[in-house]
């Protein structure tokens, strides 16, 4: 079977819901044993609850990926009966704001998360990875990794970073036979979303999803399920020639100018 995960044991941040939720999903259906780390473990256990009603194998732990000891704590514990194949550092948090309106908390809040959380959790797996011969690594950047977006300050500058760790991580780690890339999603369509534009827009809710849609030249925003496709593929094992790469996945808009 193309793209299987038959016998792999995947880590996956923030899958309890949106583009998680879907990469857990989706390796579990193509063979994958999945370790969830989330800080909504409700979230968490529901993702796991969906894999085994589908006869696949997932497990939920309770991560705050910003905590260090937390993190090498419940790597550990994986690493007990487990050795680590795939690391998807996909929990993130947002920011809406310019340099004026980011205050010295927003700007801690995005780096604990979106930079630290990504380092502490490949720190954590590197020894696991070197040990098994080599694995993967798949960072979730963004098109403000590489573009200026409007109001997106704080998370842009994080999300700038994830792209430079994967380089350093690939390059640093190629010899050890493992592949480190990323993607860079432009709008998806997830929960947050529709939670996003029911605060700041009630009453305007489909028209506002339209106006967000359409700031993808393709006409619309991608689908969980496009962005866990990606995943697979950069993670199978016919992806083995790609290292150090960072793809979009953004319906046209970095290259087709998207305003």
Known sequence: MKFS??????????GGSGIGKAISLTFAEQGAQVHILDFNLEAAQET???????????????????????VESIIATIRKDNTI??????AGIAHVGNIETVEEADLDRLYNVNVKG???CIKACIPSLKENGGGVILNLASIGSSVGLNDRFAYSMSKG?????????????INDGIRCNCIAPGRVHTPFVDGFISKNYPGQEEE????????????RMGTTQEIADLVLFLCSDEAGFITGSNYP???????LNGK
């Open 118 to 120: 990504v380092y502490n």
């Open 85 to 90: 194949d795939i690391l998807i550092n996909n």
């Open 48 to 70: 796991v609850l969906e894999m085994e009603q589908k006869g696949a194998k997932g497990f939920a732990h309770q991560c705050d990926v910003s905590n260090q000891k937390n």
């Open 208 to 219: 506002m999803f339209e106006k967000l849609s359409k700031t993808q030249p393709i006409g």
């Open 161 to 173: 970073a994830v792209l430079t760790m994967t380089y350093s991580v690939a390059k640093d780690y």
């Open 249 to 255: 996945i953004d319906g046209g808009f970095i290259t």
């Open 5 to 14: 995960l038959e016998n792999k044991v995947a880590i996956v941040t923030g």
